[in-house]
Protein backbone atom coordinates (compact mmCIF):
# COMPACT_ATOMS: atom_id res chain seq x y z
CA UNK A 1 0.00 0.00 0.00
CA UNK A 2 1.24 3.54 -1.22
CA UNK A 3 1.43 6.26 2.00
CA UNK A 4 -1.91 7.44 2.80
CA UNK A 5 -3.07 10.31 4.97
CA UNK A 6 -3.88 8.80 8.49
CA UNK A 7 -7.71 10.11 8.31
CA UNK A 8 -8.53 8.10 4.61
CA UNK A 9 -6.72 5.46 6.55
CA UNK A 10 -8.68 5.27 9.32
CA UNK A 11 -11.99 5.65 7.05
CA UNK A 12 -10.65 2.70 5.23
CA UNK A 13 -10.51 0.63 8.43
CA UNK A 14 -13.94 1.63 9.04
CA UNK A 15 -13.06 3.68 12.55
CA UNK A 16 -15.14 6.12 10.71
CA UNK A 17 -15.75 9.26 8.03
CA UNK A 18 -12.89 10.78 7.23
CA UNK A 19 -14.22 14.05 8.47
CA UNK A 20 -15.11 11.89 11.98
CA UNK A 21 -11.30 10.84 11.94
CA UNK A 22 -10.09 14.10 11.99
CA UNK A 23 -11.54 14.79 15.38
CA UNK A 24 -10.43 11.19 16.50
CA UNK A 25 -7.20 12.46 15.71
CA UNK A 26 -7.30 15.64 16.66
CA UNK A 27 -8.55 14.58 20.10
CA UNK A 28 -5.39 12.50 20.77
CA UNK A 29 -6.77 9.27 20.51
CA UNK A 30 -5.19 7.81 17.86
CA UNK A 31 -1.04 6.37 17.89
CA UNK A 32 0.83 5.10 15.17
CA UNK A 33 3.96 2.85 16.13
CA UNK A 34 3.18 3.62 19.61
CA UNK A 35 3.64 7.77 19.05
CA UNK A 36 0.36 9.77 19.91
CA UNK A 37 -0.79 11.67 16.23
CA UNK A 38 -2.88 15.16 16.25
CA UNK A 39 -1.12 15.81 12.55
CA UNK A 40 -3.66 15.79 10.06
CA UNK A 41 -0.89 15.58 7.46
CA UNK A 42 0.86 12.58 8.79
CA UNK A 43 1.12 9.55 6.62
CA UNK A 44 1.24 6.02 7.09
CA UNK A 45 1.01 2.47 5.17
CA UNK A 46 -0.61 -0.76 5.73
CA UNK A 47 2.95 -1.97 7.58
CA UNK A 48 2.27 1.07 10.33
CA UNK A 49 0.94 -0.06 13.87
CA UNK A 50 -2.03 2.37 13.99
CA UNK A 51 -4.05 2.29 17.42
CA UNK A 52 -7.47 3.75 17.97
CA UNK A 53 -8.53 4.38 21.60
CA UNK A 54 -5.46 1.75 22.29
CA UNK A 55 -6.74 -0.87 19.70
CA UNK A 56 -5.10 -1.76 16.96
CA UNK A 57 -6.70 -1.31 13.56
CA UNK A 58 -6.67 -2.39 10.17
CA UNK A 59 -7.58 -2.23 6.74
CA UNK A 60 -11.01 -3.87 5.83
CA UNK A 61 -10.93 -6.11 2.59
CA UNK A 62 -14.74 -6.03 2.83
CA UNK A 63 -17.35 -3.37 2.45
CA UNK A 64 -20.48 -3.46 3.87
CA UNK A 65 -23.31 -1.08 2.99
CA UNK A 66 -26.00 -2.11 5.66
CA UNK A 67 -30.13 -0.63 5.84
CA UNK A 68 -31.80 -0.78 9.27
CA UNK A 69 -34.76 -0.09 10.37
CA UNK A 70 -34.28 1.84 13.38
CA UNK A 71 -36.80 1.42 16.13
CA UNK A 72 -37.36 3.95 18.44
CA UNK A 73 -35.57 3.90 21.62
CA UNK A 74 -32.33 3.25 19.89
CA UNK A 75 -29.82 6.03 19.98
CA UNK A 76 -27.29 6.11 16.84
CA UNK A 77 -24.01 6.57 18.78
CA UNK A 78 -20.86 3.34 18.91
CA UNK A 79 -21.34 3.26 22.79
CA UNK A 80 -23.53 5.14 24.86
CA UNK A 81 -22.25 6.24 28.41
CA UNK A 82 -26.13 5.92 29.68
CA UNK A 83 -26.15 2.28 29.06
CA UNK A 84 -28.81 2.58 26.42
CA UNK A 85 -29.17 0.34 23.60
CA UNK A 86 -27.20 1.33 20.15
CA UNK A 87 -28.16 0.93 16.32
CA UNK A 88 -24.97 -0.48 15.75
CA UNK A 89 -25.80 -3.30 18.48
CA UNK A 90 -28.21 -4.52 16.39
CA UNK A 91 -25.74 -5.60 13.93
CA UNK A 92 -22.44 -6.65 15.85
CA UNK A 93 -23.81 -10.15 15.72
CA UNK A 94 -24.24 -10.55 12.14
CA UNK A 95 -20.55 -8.70 10.94
CA UNK A 96 -17.66 -8.79 12.05
CA UNK A 97 -16.69 -5.58 10.70
CA UNK A 98 -16.44 -1.96 12.21
CA UNK A 99 -19.86 -0.32 11.15
CA UNK A 100 -20.83 3.13 11.77
CA UNK A 101 -23.80 5.06 10.84
CA UNK A 102 -24.17 7.67 8.10
CA UNK A 103 -26.16 10.44 9.30
CA UNK A 104 -28.57 10.17 12.49
CA UNK A 105 -31.81 9.46 13.76
CA UNK A 106 -32.52 10.39 17.44
CA UNK A 107 -33.73 8.12 19.91
CA UNK A 108 -37.37 9.11 19.50
CA UNK A 109 -37.38 8.86 16.07
CA UNK A 110 -37.46 5.86 14.12
CA UNK A 111 -36.59 4.43 10.63
CA UNK A 112 -33.95 3.54 7.60
CA UNK A 113 -30.61 4.51 8.56
CA UNK A 114 -27.19 3.31 6.46
CA UNK A 115 -24.11 2.12 8.03
CA UNK A 116 -21.15 1.17 6.58
CA UNK A 117 -17.01 0.82 6.70
CA UNK A 118 -16.71 3.03 3.84
CA UNK A 119 -15.13 5.93 4.80
CA UNK A 120 -15.74 7.66 1.09
CA UNK A 121 -19.00 6.73 0.95
CA UNK A 122 -20.00 8.03 4.00
CA UNK A 123 -18.07 11.47 3.29
CA UNK A 124 -20.22 11.71 -0.08
CA UNK A 125 -23.53 11.11 1.32
CA UNK A 126 -22.92 13.49 4.72
CA UNK A 127 -21.73 16.14 2.38
CA UNK A 128 -24.18 18.80 2.45
CA UNK A 129 -23.52 19.13 -1.53
CA UNK A 130 -24.62 15.84 -2.01
CA UNK A 131 -28.22 17.38 -1.56
CA UNK A 132 -29.55 13.48 -0.96
CA UNK A 133 -33.18 13.24 -0.12
CA UNK A 134 -34.34 12.06 3.14
CA UNK A 135 -38.26 11.46 3.46
CA UNK A 136 -40.38 11.90 6.84
CA UNK A 137 -43.67 10.86 7.49
CA UNK A 138 -44.38 12.91 10.91
CA UNK A 139 -47.69 12.29 13.18
CA UNK A 140 -48.56 14.79 15.55
CA UNK A 141 -50.63 14.59 18.47
CA UNK A 142 -52.64 18.25 17.76
CA UNK A 143 -54.10 19.28 14.30
CA UNK A 144 -51.47 20.92 12.54
CA UNK A 145 -51.35 24.57 11.86
CA UNK A 146 -53.21 24.40 7.86
CA UNK A 147 -49.60 26.54 6.51
CA UNK A 148 -47.28 24.67 8.02
CA UNK A 149 -46.33 22.41 4.89
CA UNK A 150 -46.15 25.89 2.92
CA UNK A 151 -44.35 28.09 5.59
CA UNK A 152 -41.44 24.99 6.03
CA UNK A 153 -41.20 24.41 2.46
CA UNK A 154 -40.36 28.52 2.19
CA UNK A 155 -38.44 28.50 4.91
CA UNK A 156 -38.77 29.60 8.68
CA UNK A 157 -35.82 30.78 10.75
CA UNK A 158 -36.41 30.12 14.40
CA UNK A 159 -33.91 31.32 17.02
CA UNK A 160 -31.51 32.85 14.36
CA UNK A 161 -31.34 29.04 12.56
CA UNK A 162 -33.14 28.82 9.38
CA UNK A 163 -34.81 25.69 8.20
CA UNK A 164 -36.32 24.78 4.90
CA UNK A 165 -37.29 21.57 3.60
CA UNK A 166 -37.49 20.34 -0.20
CA UNK A 167 -40.88 19.02 -0.24
CA UNK A 168 -43.91 18.64 2.16
CA UNK A 169 -47.43 17.55 1.87
CA UNK A 170 -49.88 17.74 4.46
CA UNK A 171 -51.57 13.98 4.44
CA UNK A 172 -54.27 14.53 6.72
CA UNK A 173 -54.89 16.96 9.76
CA UNK A 174 -52.11 14.88 12.26
CA UNK A 175 -49.89 13.81 9.29
CA UNK A 176 -47.54 15.03 7.51
CA UNK A 177 -44.93 13.96 4.60
CA UNK A 178 -41.33 16.25 4.93
CA UNK A 179 -37.99 15.51 2.35
CA UNK A 180 -35.02 17.17 3.53
CA UNK A 181 -31.48 17.60 1.81
CA UNK A 182 -29.72 19.11 4.18
CA UNK A 183 -30.90 17.83 7.72
CA UNK A 184 -29.82 20.17 10.36
CA UNK A 185 -29.57 18.73 14.22
CA UNK A 186 -33.67 17.77 15.43
CA UNK A 187 -34.90 20.22 12.44
CA UNK A 188 -38.03 18.70 12.40
CA UNK A 189 -38.94 18.35 15.83
CA UNK A 190 -37.26 22.28 16.07
CA UNK A 191 -40.17 23.40 13.83
CA UNK A 192 -42.88 21.46 15.90
CA UNK A 193 -41.77 22.87 19.16
CA UNK A 194 -41.99 26.29 17.15
CA UNK A 195 -45.46 25.72 16.38
CA UNK A 196 -46.01 24.05 20.04
CA UNK A 197 -47.28 21.09 18.48
CA UNK A 198 -45.79 17.54 20.17
CA UNK A 199 -44.82 15.04 17.82
CA UNK A 200 -46.10 11.43 18.27
CA UNK A 201 -44.54 9.44 15.33
CA UNK A 202 -41.57 10.24 13.36
CA UNK A 203 -40.13 7.83 10.49
CA UNK A 204 -37.61 7.76 7.94
CA UNK A 205 -39.31 5.93 4.90
CA UNK A 206 -36.80 7.27 2.37
CA UNK A 207 -32.81 7.66 1.72
CA UNK A 208 -32.20 8.79 -1.73
CA UNK A 209 -33.45 6.20 -3.71
CA UNK A 210 -33.95 3.70 -1.40
CA UNK A 211 -37.40 2.86 0.55
CA UNK A 212 -38.91 1.15 3.33
CA UNK A 213 -40.21 -1.80 1.44
CA UNK A 214 -41.60 -4.06 3.97
CA UNK A 215 -38.52 -3.74 5.97
CA UNK A 216 -39.50 -4.32 9.56
CA UNK A 217 -38.38 -2.44 12.41
CA UNK A 218 -35.26 -3.67 14.18
CA UNK A 219 -34.28 -5.76 10.93
CA UNK A 220 -31.35 -4.80 8.08
CA UNK A 221 -30.17 -6.05 4.86
CA UNK A 222 -27.03 -5.36 2.63
CA UNK A 223 -27.63 -3.10 -0.14
CA UNK A 224 -27.02 -4.11 -3.43
CA UNK A 225 -24.43 -3.09 -5.34
CA UNK A 226 -26.76 -1.08 -8.06
CA UNK A 227 -28.36 0.41 -4.70
CA UNK A 228 -24.50 1.68 -3.62
CA UNK A 229 -23.94 3.18 -7.06
CA UNK A 230 -27.70 4.47 -7.88
CA UNK A 231 -27.00 6.47 -3.73
CA UNK A 232 -23.86 7.80 -5.20
CA UNK A 233 -24.79 8.79 -8.37
CA UNK A 234 -27.65 10.64 -6.85
CA UNK A 235 -24.67 12.78 -4.62
CA UNK A 236 -23.25 13.18 -7.48
CA UNK A 237 -25.90 15.05 -9.58
CA UNK A 238 -25.95 17.20 -6.37
CA UNK A 239 -22.89 18.10 -6.39
CA UNK A 240 -23.57 19.39 -10.25
Do not use: W
Not at 19 to 48: H, P
Not at 128 to 155: C, M, Q, W
Not at 209 to 224: D, K, V
Amino acid sequence: MEETRLQAFLAHCGVASRRAAEQIIADGRVTVNGQVVTAMGTKVTDKDVVTVDGRQVHLEQTKRYVLLNKPQGVVCTSSDEKGRATAVDILKDTYSERLYNVGRLDMFSSGLILFTNDGDFAAKLSHPSSELEKEYIVDSSLPLPRNLAEEFTHGMRIDGVFYKCKFAKELNSHRIQIVLIEGKNREIRRVFESKQIAIKRLVRVRIGNIQMNGLAPGAFRELEPSEVKNLLDLCKKGEE
